[in-house]
């Protein structure tokens, strides 16, 4: 079994920046790919970010390249997003994600753990 525990959502005003951050525990971290998804009332569950195993590689979404950055610390056993030059459509609910194998992956099927979730909302 895999415990993630996402925190550091919250209300913040367009053009600000928000750290989440994602607590594992159960399994070794640094064994599996890790990745970041969200969604908004009404629609579906999108992905957002991929970090392989090492932190070495790492794949965004279009529309949130160049404002966020995915990174992980395995000694920590965390998993971050940092999100900068936020936007009203980022608000969401995001969630962080194990994947089943050692890479990022960029489809829900492709993980096989989820956390509860940390709700970001950003008001214009």
């Known amino acids: 079994q895999v415990q993630l525990v996402e925190s550091g959502g919250g209300l913040v005003q367009a053009g600000g920046s928000l750290r989440l951050s994602c607590a594992a525990s159960?399994?070794?971290?640094?064994?599996?790919?890790m990745g970041w998804f969200r969604q908004a009332p009404g629609r579906e569950r999108e992905f957002v970010a991929g970090?392989?195993?090492?932190?070495?590689?790492?794949i965004y979404a279009d529309s949130m390249k160049g404002r966020f950055t995915v990174s992980r610390d395995n000694a920590k056993n965390t998993l971050y997003l940092q999100m900068n030059n936020l936007k009203p459509e980022d608000t969401a609910l995001y969630y962080c994600?194990?994947?089943?194998?050692?890479?990022?992956?960029?489809?829900?099927?492709?993980?096989?753990?989820w956390g509860q979730g940390t709700q970001v909302t950003v008001s214009s």
């Open positions: 159960g399994r070794t971290f640094s064994n599996y790919g």
């Open positions: 994600a194990k994947a089943r194998g050692l890479r990022a992956y960029l489809t829900p099927q492709d993980y096989d753990y």
């Open positions: 970090i392989n195993w090492s932190g070495a590689s790492s």
